[in-house]
């Protein structure tokens, strides 16, 4: 491919930089706090048109996108395959979801910045699901991380009260995230070290190649910790956990939730496109750190939660929790590549993709819903702020009981088939099967055993939030002035939530898919030798053959 089919690639991406601009420039000289969500909305719907008639419009996007061809082409410093397309039209719906729910948080306060940033977060979050080069993958995280830090500023409204925490929250996310940047950089410097390049592609061809060299395999162990380290702030994976609790408490319930749902999925395309498909060779390093930080992570959040009593710190530490949950699925990927007689149910990249979408669902209507409960001044703090909701507000209840139950895990909904892919993809890793995977299953079935354990113990406190909504006399009455906005975004994550649950198939099958497309790679040069039509039939000749 020529750089101008680079360019035509990124065009959604730049649609959305382009809407972000203008709402920046314009909101400088137009004094008026309203109607710029809406021109955000559009800027996404114009985004996600634009990916469409990409797809739509060339036979071999097409066919990469509906899995008619298992193709992964590359373009310069960037990739097409069913991994990137459907992680782009994912956090585009995404992007439109926080839209819905900061309309009326905006409204109190400077709603051209907040807008705009949120734009270039979904611009950046979609440049890393994309990139085939180190450089462009740390763009597009740094794309997602500095207009964070101007929503945790701007983003609490205009109540005085709030300013303090709000200061203290983005100046602690601030800092901390610079320092996960300076140490995923550093693991890049390693990689770039033994391949000699940045390309993702490059960086493939040298570490899958054989070598003696012990620097050569020292240095790619290196950049794999390092990079785990720097990814693993955004995952708020243990124990580069102790920055979320601070900051969602500080910050307001639209940025916490944006904070519990956007980071996550940065870190988990960052994971696959780097250390998952391009450095072959590390699987037992692999499995074995995520095995751990697995054990620790969703140990470790679920009980911490047991006791808060602020509903925004105890999401905190649910967030944690799952960040160990989608941990297992990048475990028994480690586990099982390359190996030919693994069962194959234990797709856990596949699985992590899916539990990644369940959980935001969830994630982002619960913030949706305690956002539409607060108002102008007030916003739903603790745990006690529910009592008595399933009296003044019966449809909230209702949504919150669903994302509740759907996070602990219960059928029928999305959270339990979520949880039911990562246990039998662990229990998949079977100590017959050979390769790597032998001797594996007693640690991966004492990691199943964990998981269903702390499944329990997190239905400790996510039934406590129901009961007190249930069960318990209100204290008061919510405002319920958090918008329209808020409250559609609420209604369609539960619907969601329940539709998946119901039917879980498709999206299950769209998830494995994504995992398979993101391990096969045509180079440009093969790309460039024929057009679209004529790679596409050359393609299936030889898969026929």
């Not at 693994?342 to 992590?352: I, K, R, V």
């Amino acid at each position: 491919m020529t750089s101008s089919e680079t360019i035509y690639l990124l065009l959604p991406e730049a649609s959305l930089i382009l809407f972000a601009t203008l709402i920046f420039v314009a909101g400088a000289f137009y004094p008026a706090r309203t109607g710029w969500n809406l021109l955000a909305a559009f800027g996404l719907l114009v985004a996600g048109g634009v990916l469409c008639i990409q797809i739509n419009s060339n036979p071999v996007y097409s066919a990469v996108f509906r899995g008619q061809a298992p193709l992964a082409i590359v373009s310069g410093p960037v990739v097409v395959d069913l991994f990137s397309l459907a992680s782009r039209a994912l956090v585009i719906g995404v992007g439109m979801l926080f839209v819905m729910i900061t309309s009326r948080t905006a409204a109190e306060t400077q709603e051209p910045e907040l807008m705009g940033s949120l734009l270039l977060i979904i611009s950046g979050l979609n440049v890393v699901a994309m990139a085939n080069d180190l450089v462009v993958v740390f763009l597009g995280l740094e794309l997602v991380s500095i207009p964070t830090y101007v929503l945790l500023f701007v983003g609490s409204g205009h109540v005085e009260r709030y300013a303090a925490q709000r200061q203290e929250a983005a100046t602690k996310y601030f800092f901390l995230s610079v320092l996960s940047s300076a140490v995923l950089l550093y693991g890049f410097s390693f990689l770039y070290g033994v391949s000699g390049s940045t390309r993702l592609t490059d960086v493939f061809a040298v570490i899958s190649q054989p070598s003696d060299e012990r620097g050569t395999q020292l240095f790619s162990r290196l950049a794999m910790v390092f990079i785990f380290a720097g990814l693993g702030f955004r995952l708020t994976a243990v124990p580069f956990h102790f920055y979320a609790p601070d900051v969602y408490q500080g910050t307001s319930n639209p940025n916490a939730g944006l904070l519990a749902v956007i980071p996550k999925i940065a870190a988990v395309v960052a994971l696959v496109r780097i250390v998952v498909v391009a450095m072959p060779g590390l699987e037992q390093v692999g499995w074995q750190l995520t095995l751990a930080m697995a054990f620790v992570t969703m140990t470790l959040g679920n009980l911490v939660a047991l006791w808060q009593a602020n509903i925004r710190r105890l999401l905190a530490y649910s967030s944690i929790a799952h960040a160990g949950y989608m941990l297992i699925g990048l475990s028994v990927g480690f586990a099982v590549a390359g190996d030919e007689l693994a069962s194959a149910s234990a797709d856990g990249m596949g699985a992590t993709i899916f539990y990644l979408i369940v959980y935001s669902l969830a994630t982002a209507g619960t913030f949706a819903a305690i956002t539409y409960l607060g108002g102008a001044g007030r916003q739903i703090d603790t745990v006690e702020d529910l009592a008595g909701l399933s009296q003044t507000h019966p449809q909230a209840a209702f949504a919150i009981a669903v994302f509740m139950f759907s996070l602990t895990g219960l059928p029928p909904l999305a959270g339990f088939w979520g949880k039911f892919g990562l246990l039998t993809g662990a229990l998949g890793v079977d100590a017959k099967s050979g390769g790597l995977t032998d001797g594996l299953w007693p640690w991966f079935l004492m990691l199943s055993v964990v998981t269903v354990v702390n499944a329990a113990i997190s239905a400790a406190y996510y039934l406590r939030v129901i009961s007190v909504m249930y069960f318990r006399p209100a204290l008061s009455t919510p405002l319920a002035q958090g918008g329209v906005g808020a409250a559609l975004a609420m209604f369609l994550c539960a619907a969601l939530v329940v539709a998946v649950g119901v039917y879980p198939g498709p999206m299950q099958e769209a998830s494995r898919a994504m995992s398979r497309s993101a391990r096969q790679t045509i180079d440009e040069r093969d790309w460039a030798e024929n057009s679209p039509q004529d790679f596409l039939a050359t393609r299936h000749r030889s898969a026929e053959d």
